[in-house]
């Protein structure tokens, strides 16, 4: 008997993908734009000349497109490199790199030099990646590292790994990325994480774009009969200021909008009931079935299904701080929320059973069982509106749960429902630990709770560090106060050159029209002539809400027909993006009559973008 170092394991590919589902019929085709690392990651220096040869092999540069194919591209990330997909939740980054796993599969099929993806929840993470590794690949003996080929590990969730543990896993991946054979793509919410972590092996940060109202259309023409149609855009457009871009452009609130709207005929009047219909859709339509439960829990109440599903939401999301638990997790999970709402006296709660308790927690899919063994909630989004409730009548007691970034925004939803007199002490709780998540609760609750922040904020921006006054520059971005707006023009034109930046970065992510068409006017004479673009005021027009954008766009080209400027390559690469049919006579006007080669090749690729 010979014994190696990696024994050959039980690997069968075909039940790997047989048994594996990757992505979905429905999925729609997301775009990313080359991004900052987000808060507290960063990637080391490394003197490694093998690693930096590796560094030149081509991915598209920051200035190759307005937007990229982001599955495309993460499928060819080399080896040794680790890409970071960034984005909000809800986004759709997890999906994307579902999609990516089931591109990489159909690519093997027809050339097996392609590497293996092998796609690992972090929620799972225990302290070994090994680990991981063989339950995705239903190894039970054996060495996945004695699999022939090249593998590309697709990573989703850092941020679902406990603090202390984030670093370390990143240690153990920068040993495997060491080798020829592994490439990687973790995933991570754009807020970043609490904890500093890095990685020598860190390349490109790639944030998924919200959907442009091209895309929303097209979505909503497809879902909705055309009787409809017309109506949904005319509610669509009156309401995407109070229900929230940030919201409404995301693939989850953007469905979710079309489906509210098909049931009611209008859409809500605030986010957070958008939210919570998905919720009780599916409630309606479990109810609809009750009859395959026994006859005891068929009459279960709303408001107790309701409560449940809240404690359910806030132990998964708060307490365990997970976006997903094994079964017996989940167990616990149903027999704390139980007892929780046992002990609030909810109606209903008190004649139910832990084994009860499970069967209405799965019949009414508040935790649903996935392929890979693990427990969801469905959605996050729903999950920390939920959580949020619950949070809000029991704030004081998770304090200490702060400190993950995983259920920031169950914080966010949790703040309009806080006791009123409970409010200040809450703001002045978050804000301690991290000033741009207390600027978003403040936001929410209204500008009556500004004034304490916005004391907080400016004493932060009157730091030497360069870390916190870039904080407190988001901070004030997020809040938008009249006093928070006039300090970011004042440090605009601040002497200090860091401040400046960070300044204008954060109007630039508000939609701040001046900045951004100082931004366009900077950069398209660059462009124009041919010159490779990135960094400074380029990637703070790429940090712009598209809407606002492509609205800068259509005016810059409009007036570059009467004046015949023709210098207009990025607002032409904006239009490709983010623009619709009504902009093509426009720039059928910009390609007859232009004579650089640039603005030519921009436009005519800019009408095939249209043209589909």
Known sequence: VVLTEYPRPDFNADAYFARTVFGSEQYIDLVATPSE????????????????????????KASDAEIIDITDLLTSV??????????????????????????????LEIDDSSPLPILV??????????DLIHHALGIHYGHWWSIPGNFLLICDGLDEISGASTQKFLDELGDFLQQERVAAVVSVRDAGLRHPVSSVHFEHCWKLTPLSYRLCFQIAEKLLPPSQYSEFLKEFRQKVVVLGPELLTLPFGFTSAVRSFLDQGSLPEKAE??????????????????????????EVPDITLRR??????YELRVVQQKAAVEEEVAHGIIHAALKRIKEAQVFGAETLSDINAMTLVTHYEILRSHVDGMMYAGHDIVADCLAGRELARNWRMRVSHLESTIAQDTWVYASPHVLEEDKFDFLETVCLVDIVLGARCAYIMGSTYYAPIEVKIMAMDDLTSKVMFARAATAMAVLKSTACLERLYQRKSDQDINRKYHAERALSKIGDIPVLEESLKHNEPLLGSGISVSGG??????????????????????SALKSGKENVVL??????????????????????RTSN???????????HELDN
């Open 571 to 592: 607002s032409l690469r904006t239009i490709a993006a983010f623009g619709d049919k009504s902009d093509i006579d426009v720039v059928e006007g910009i390609v007859s």
């Open 37 to 60: 690392l987000p808060f507290n990651i960063s990637r080391l220096p490394t003197n490694d000349p093998v690693a930096n040869m590796r560094r030149t092999k081509a991915l598209p």
């Open 273 to 298: 009931t958008l939210i919570l219909d998905v919720f009780e859709r599916r409630l309606i339509h479990n109810r609809s079935r009750a009859h395959v439960l026994d006859a005891s829990l068929q």
């Open 537 to 558: 005021s380029f990637d703070m027009w790429r940090s712009a809400p598209p809407m606002v954008r492509t609205e800068i766009a259509r005016r810059a080209l409009s």
């Open 597 to 607: 080669l640039s603005t030519f090749y921009s436009a005519i690729n800019c009408l």
């Open 78 to 107: 080399p080896s040794g490199w680790c890409a970071v997909l960034s984005g909000p939740g809800g986004s759709g980054k997890s999906t994307t790199l579902q999609r990516v796993a089931q591109s990489l599969s159909n690519m």
């Open 308 to 313: 449940l599903a809240e404690a359910v939401a």
């Open 121 to 130: 929840r972090l929620n799972r993470y225990r302290g070994s990646i090994q």
